[in-house]
């Protein structure tokens, strides 16, 4: 999205505030069910947090005006994740305790969901995580009260690492750099780690770790281009991936070294044909909405179209991910819920366990420790002549169950124990 459609886009937006419910319309009669929602509506990270804003208002709309969920509408509340971690946690308790919500979608941020996630269980509110991808959240403790609709760490970072390795066997030398927090750390950790175990001949030959928010990054891009690595790995995302990518192709980075990143779908939009060419870009999921499989998908076309009028470019991953959580909430109670406010938390926890959920570009299931399996698609940036921004080339879906640690297991061990042939049981075509 440019600024100039963000502004647009952001332009009389409702700051959060535990007062703050927005229903969609709708005629139906029946007591609504209250939804907390956090996301950034602020800051960097609103290129993210207010396109997945609007798609839940817009998916909100379209459930009110069909009826509602078992004759009840839905209404949200927004909680500004830019205030803070303690704020949003503090917020939370408030609108929990309050009893103002049946139930919360929480956490862009990595940071956020591993500070309320304790708070929901502990208060016994059926919370759905809908954008964090911390391996954390459910390696430290089990929830009852606690699930996850977005991918996680260790398979969108495997699923880069995978398609890095068969499309450059080249590659000798990789750098990274990505922000210093759990999600930055994480995501490095995963990726090093794959790659260390499926080809150890390859040098990790910078590690960088600049503070979320960071404006400047001429001393990174600096010491990267004295090593000119051959790959430049990066899980920034937002408006610090955004400043990172324009300060990079102005000196040139991308020219001696090829840009991975597993979310970089989302910056695609933003930095039109200023993006690098021929990188190598995840999308936390599968949802890319050029993916031509998916385009004859029942509702995909007109969710596109939705999203584009609303904040004026195609939906991105971020957008997918509220879609999924909004979803996942409609089809637990429209199959389990009898329409009884007393019996709608047990009914929509009993709905999550195990839910599988088709979305406009695949499935995901949601297995015993609550987190879900989905699989990871991958494309290389190409110019388009149809498009004012790069578009995801000779595109490979990596299946979930192939790519990601099995309950119980922590991700570290089991990306250690990668067996060998692994890169011989997926065909990615070759980077030109």
């Known amino acids: 999205m440019s600024i100039s459609k963000w502004k647009q886009a952001t332009a009389g937006l409702v700051m959060a505030s535990l007062a703050t419910f927005l229903p969609g319309a709708s005629a139906v009669a029946?007591?609504?069910?209250?939804?907390?929602?956090?996301?950034?509506?602020?800051?960097?990270?609103?290129?993210?947090?207010?396109?997945?804003?609007?798609?839940?208002?817009?998916?909100?709309?379209?459930?009110?005006?069909?009826?509602?969920?078992?004759?009840?509408p839905i209404e949200l509340a927004f909680l500004d994740e830019n205030r803070g971690v303690d704020n949003t946690v503090v917020e939370f308790r408030s609108l929990v305790e309050s009893k103002r919500v049946d139930a919360m979608i929480i956490g862009l941020s990595s940071s956020i969901c591993l500070a309320v996630a304790p708070a929901a269980e502990e208060l016994k509110m059926p919370t759905m995580f809908w954008d964090c991808g911390t391996e954390r959240l459910y390696e430290e403790r089990k929830y009852d009260y606690v699930y996850r609709t977005s991918d996680w760490t260790p398979p969108n970072n495997l699923a880069v690492a995978l398609y890095?390795?068969?499309?450059?066997?080249?590659?000798?030398?990789?750098?990274?750099?990505?922000?210093?927090?759990?999600?930055?750390?994480?995501?490095?950790?995963?990726?090093?780690?794959?790659?260390?175990?499926?080809?150890?001949?390859?040098?990790?030959?910078?590690?960088?770790?600049?503070?979320?928010?960071?404006?400047?990054?001429?001393?990174?891009?600096?010491r990267l281009s004295a090593l000119r690595p051959d790959v430049v790995f990066t899980s920034l995302w937002g408006g610090d991936m955004n400043t990172f990518i324009r300060q990079s192709s102005s000196r040139s980075l991308f020219r001696n070294s090829t840009l991975v990143s597993p979310n970089g779908e989302s910056s695609l939009q933003q930095l039109g044909k200023s993006f690098p060419e021929n990188?190598?870009?995840?999308?936390?999921?599968?949802?890319?909405?050029?993916d031509p499989k998916m385009k004859d998908v029942t509702g995909h076309q007109a969710?596109?179209?939705?999203?584009?009028?609303?904040?004026?470019?195609?939906?991105?991953?971020?957008?997918?991910?509220?879609?999924?959580?909004?979803?996942?909430?409609?089809?637990?109670?429209?199959?389990?819920?009898?329409?009884?406010?007393?019996?709608?938390?047990?009914?929509?926890?009993?709905?999550?366990?195990?839910?599988?959920?088709?979305?406009?570009?695949?499935?995901?299931?949601?297995?015993?420790?609550?987190?879900?399996?989905?699989?990871?698609?991958?494309?290389?940036?190409?110019?388009?002549?149809?498009?004012?921004?790069?578009?995801?080339?000779?595109?490979?879906?990596?299946?979930?169950?192939?790519?990601?640690?099995?309950?119980?297991?922590?991700?570290?061990?089991?990306?250690?124990?990668?067996?060998?042939?692994?890169?011989?049981?997926f065909n990615v075509p070759t980077k030109n």
């Not at 996301?39 to 005006?65: D, H, K, M, R, W």
């Open 303 to 425: 969710f596109i179209d939705a999203i584009k009028e609303r904040t004026g470019a195609y939906p991105s991953f971020p957008s997918y991910h509220m879609a999924q959580a909004i979803r996942s909430i409609q089809v637990a109670l429209e199959k389990n819920w009898d329409g009884r406010r007393e019996t709608l938390q047990q009914e929509l926890l009993a709905g999550w366990k195990g839910l599988s959920l088709k979305d406009f570009t695949g499935e995901l299931v949601l297995r015993e420790d609550n987190q879900s399996v989905e699989g990871q698609l991958v494309g290389v940036t190409a110019k388009s002549d149809a498009h004012d921004f790069m578009i995801l080339d000779k595109l490979v879906l990596f299946p979930g169950d192939s790519i990601t640690p099995p309950v119980g297991v922590k991700a570290q061990e089991w990306l250690k124990s990668l067996p060998a042939g692994m890169l011989e049981q």
């Open 30 to 72: 029946g007591e609504p069910i209250r939804i907390g929602v956090s996301t950034f509506l602020s800051g960097a990270g609103a290129v993210f947090g207010v396109p997945a804003q609007q798609t839940a208002q817009y998916l909100v709309e379209q459930i009110n005006e069909a009826g509602g969920i078992k004759g009840s």
């Open 279 to 290: 990188a190598i870009i995840g999308m936390r999921g599968d949802s890319w909405a050029l």
């Open 164 to 222: 890095m390795l068969k499309s450059m066997p080249e590659v000798k030398t990789v750098a990274g750099i990505n922000q210093d927090y759990a999600f930055g750390r994480d995501n490095w950790a995963a990726f090093k780690q794959a790659v260390q175990v499926l080809r150890p001949d390859v040098k990790i030959v910078a590690e960088l770790f600049p503070k979320l928010g960071t404006a400047d990054y001429s001393t990174e891009i600096s």
